[in-house]
């Protein structure tokens, strides 16, 4: 042997070994049966599914490449052209959703697209049922076995030309002998389509266009096969075994390329196998096989054209090349090549056997951590006047809730109120933490505190240094559920070791969907605007309202001048389907409503002013701002009044008095109505915040640090 041969072959071992080892992880994974960048569309609301769409697509492992549809009729076409493997309808009304699969089944994918969807369904609290769509239209049938037929099309023709090999020699050597050799490739290929109309599950009207794909498969593989052992010998022939049979070998453990992990998939198709079985499966399906068609055809010509450039006997291996023996110093005898196609053959049956050996059994879907989840029933007894909301606020209630400020509460349409608060402390003894916000649902007689995973807030930090304090929440009640929204401020820690280190950079919006007597569940959260300290950017969401259909959002600024004040209240509208598209909101600017927020008129003017979050409610045909006027540096709980939502606001007497205690550190703080909590003519249920300057007087006593309720009067 040569040593240039010599060489030629050792690079061949190498790369027919280095795909032996890159594929064993890859089987591996195949083998546990989990879904891979799989196209799924989620039919339901936009505001909804648009961000559940993101979040399905950024589960770990990346098993669904997932998009929003609101039209099911569509969603099902798409389903049944094999545009995507699987449809989820969402029902909100419920906690169960439909997944939908095709009538053309396809086993081990189908498996696994149910148990990836069902565990990204646990993850918030859901269940679903499976469906076949379009059943009563036919029939539920398994699809054609894509990866067996690929792989036979591409192996049946790579192993034809090692038997020609082994019995006429090494190459072409005459323009007759390589005419044969084509001749039997192509017998080869004619047979698989005479054999195509007898497989199972292969429907008539696809059979055709089966036939030629596993043709073509055969003919790409030969022609390849003959090309490579042309061009460099015995290393072709390992360079083929690797690139038509163990890259594409994952196939026949995955049953389909979605099933296979990171690059494979895509690699995979670009193999002749693979483009075999992605033209077996787009056919049965009815969705044309076009794109195997033109790869399996050019990958035809270029090893014909090959061919045609080594005249079929290879100018390596020409007799001009021949030395002093007659015989071409690259050409072997045909013994030793002979000897050399065994011991090809003894390599793949060594590889195939290991790989069989390594192979792991199947495992089972990945588990997902849940989203959110409520905690136990905490007995609240009675609810009747202010004086049993403030018993409650004595109690000392779950672990997971023994502190906080706020307290916006929203009504659900089934009965139950939604409670929001800011900085939360969370623990028993020993093991206490604060986090930014977190969420209570209270219903008659119980109370529940809204738990994420992990056990951190409920709308989840940004990062290491920005969080997000609620300070409005409002419900949208919709057939089956609410579309909760929480507004809420950018807050950035300054300085870990003070808890008043921090500054306020910037609004932000978070969508909850609480089906009815379920648990609320975040959909998505976007930050309104970049981070800003600069206080005279109104701080959207202050205040929320819904009326008319509309969602008013009223932010509140501050003058940058060294002069201490209230805060100025103005007010911006949108759809609330359409709140977490900023792009959407439209600011008042007196006369009308307009895209700039720059433009937005003043409501109420900052000297005399609000709190920086505050309550804006409508009772009986008359609009009400509530607030402590001129937030710390004022004690007055003021209403003022408007007829519409747009105003002008009027400043009415003050109806109380809320000073904090210097004496004792207490700090009493953010006043906000509750005009649907026990309502009564006339008047309207109001909490302020409690504080203490020293928070370890807090940590000792979280009591200290629990809402108040007052009954006031309506100017």
Known sequence: MSTRRRLRTIAGLVVLLAALVAVLPVLDDAAAGRTHRAPVLLVGPEVVVGPLAGDVDALPGAPFDAAPEGDRAEAERALA????????????????????????????????????????????????????????????RDAPAYDVLGLAAAGGGFVLVLVVSLVWGP????????????AAVGALAMLAVGVTPLLPDVPGGAATEVATVLALGVLAAGFLTLALEALLGLAGLLIGAAGLLVLPAPLLVADDPLLLPGPWADLVRWTSAGAAADGVRDAAAGGGAGRALWFLGAVVATGLLVLALTRFDGVRHSPAAAGPSGVADDVPTSGRWRLQLVAVLAALAAGTVLTVTLLPGSDDAAAYPSLASASTCEPTGPVRTVDDLNRITELRGSPQFRGGDVGAQAGLQDGRNIWVFGDTLRGGEGDERFVRNSMLVVEPGCLQVVVPAGGGAVVPDRDREVGYWPMSVVASGRPGYDL???????????????????????????????????????????????????????????????????????????????????????????????????????????AGWVRDPAAAAELV??????????????????????????????SDLVFWTAPAPTGPFTAQPPVADLPSDSSTGELRYMPLAHPDLLPRPGSVVVSYSRNRTDVGEVLDDPLLYRPRFLRLPLP
């Not at 190459?171 to 084509?182: K, N, Q, S, V």
């Not at 800003?532 to 819904?546: N, V």
């Open 484 to 590: 909760v929204t929480v507004t809420a401020q950018r807050v950035r820690s300054t300085d870990r070791d003070d808890a008043f280190g921090f500054e306020n950079v910037g609004p932000a919006v978070a969508l909850f969907v609480v089906p009815e007597g379920g648990t609320p569940q975040l959909v998505d959260r976007v930050d309104v605007g970049p981070d800003s300290a600069d206080t005279t950017r109104p701080m959207w969401g202050a205040a929320t309202a819904l009326e008319g259909g509309w969602l008013y959002l009223y932010g509140t600024a501050r003058p940058d001048d060294g002069t201490p004040t209230g805060f100025s209240l103005r007010v911006a509208r949108v759809r609330p389907d359409d709140v977490l598209d900023p792009d959407r909101w439209r600011y008042w600017d007196g």
């Open 605 to 634: 003017a900052a000297a005399g002013g609000t709190s920086q979050t505050l309550s804006v409610f409508e009772r009986d045909g008359r609009w009400y701002a509530f607030s402590k006027r001129d937030e710390f540096l004022g």
């Open 81 to 140: 052209d094999g545009e995507v493997v699987a449809v989820v309808v969402v029902d909100l009304s419920s906690t169960e959703d439909t997944l939908l699969l095709p009538r053309l089944r396809t086993p081990e994918l189908d498996r696994a697209v149910v148990a990836a969807v069902r565990a990204a369904e646990e993850r918030r609290g859901r269940t679903v049922s499976v469906e076949r769509a379009g059943a009563g239209a036919g029939a539920v």
């Open 171 to 182: 190459f072409a050597r005459t323009l007759p002998r390589g005419l044969l050799r084509l």
